[in-house]
């Protein structure tokens, strides 16, 4: 039976940040999962109890502005604010086992602005201790083509008030064909409708940067994203995982599928394949 625990962790400026972690006995290998923008860890619980059917331990956490943290909705005033929030988790879980050769591997797997976030966290931290980057749908530029009106505004409102609102104008089955994973995100208190000037900008600039640290990572990387992704450019992913330094890399795209491949009909293949790729690696 797996072990679960959770609880908060303070940031560096003040914030509770809820975190969690469901464990095998023995797991084989674990994985550090970062969420995605707008959602929550407890979004993800099938696949995390995919993963410990398959004797993986899961640790996630909601990063600031998200689920059950503090934060401003969906703000953030630095990008590095979520590469901090994720090396405080990392910290806290994983600081004595660094060392030991026989520990289980650590793999970190970041979906769409938590691709991101992995990304650079690789990147510009130490990623030493990670045995393999695993990427789903990352947002590394928006497909969609937001209106001109509203992306001069939210300009403007950035100077004077970054943490103002926006309606999230992205909808329930631009996410996933699943009419009842449609259903759960309608349905889910936690899931975030709103989006801000600040957080905008930052990410802009931030996909910006991680076009150009591919050369940077030489990890063992999994991409795996949806054809019809009408959200994170699917174009722009394979154009980064061309540039991506390392020997061993692996790209699958899914036809048909949407933003949420974890999500999406058919989930359990790509379930199925993220877990093998993790034994080879283990």
């Given at each position: 039976m797996a072990e679960h625990q959770e609880g908060f962790l303070q940031s560096k400026d003040?914030?509770?940040?809820?975190?969690?972690?469901?464990?095998?006995?023995?797991?084989?290998?674990?994985?550090?999962?970062v969420h995605g923008y707008a959602e929550h860890i407890g979004r993800y619980a099938p696949f995390i109890q995919a993963l410990l059917a398959?004797?993986?331990?899961?640790f996630g956490f909601d990063y600031r502005g998200h689920g059950r943290s503090e934060g401003r909705r969906g703000h953030v005033k630095?990008?590095?604010?979520?590469?901090?929030?994720?090396?405080?988790f990392v910290d806290h879980v994983a600081p004595a086992d660094r060392k030991q050769a026989d520990a289980p591997k650590w793999f970190l797997?970041?979906?769409?602005?938590?691709?991101?976030?992995?990304?650079?966290?690789?990147?510009?931290?130490?990623?030493?201790?990670?045995?393999?980057?695993?990427?789903?749908s990352p947002y590394l530029r928006l497909a969609l083509t937001p209106p001109p009106a509203k992306v001069l505004a939210a300009?403007?409102?950035?100077?004077?008030?970054?943490?103002?609102?926006?309606k999230n104008e992205i909808s329930f089955d631009q996410l996933t064909r699943d009419p009842k994973a449609q259903a759960l995100v309608s349905r889910d208190p936690l899931y975030n409708r709103t989006l801000t000037p600040g957080w905008f900008s930052q990410s802009t600039r931030a996909q910006q940067e991680a076009l150009q640290m591919g050369s940077s990572i030489t990890l063992p990387t999994l991409v795996v994203c949806g054809e019809?992704?009408?959200?994170?450019?699917?174009?722009?992913?394979?154009?980064?995982?061309?540039?991506?330094?390392?020997?061993?890399?692996?790209?699958?795209?899914y036809p048909g599928m949407l933003h949420e491949t974890l999500n999406e009909i058919g989930k359990e293949e790509v379930w199925r394949r993220i877990s093998h790729w993790i034994s080879d690696h283990s």
């Open positions: 003040g914030r509770r940040l809820f975190w969690q972690w469901e464990a095998p006995d023995k797991p084989r290998a674990r994985v550090m999962l398959d004797n993986i331990a899961v630095r990008f590095s604010d979520y590469l901090d929030d994720l090396q405080l797997l970041g979906h769409s602005h938590g691709g991101l976030i992995a990304i650079h966290h690789v990147a510009q931290r130490d990623a030493r201790q990670w045995a393999g980057l695993i990427l789903s300009k403007c409102v950035e100077k004077v008030l970054p943490w103002l609102p926006f019809k992704d009408p959200i994170a450019s699917t174009a722009a992913t394979r154009s980064f995982f061309d540039t991506v330094a390392a020997r061993d890399k692996n790209y699958q795209e």
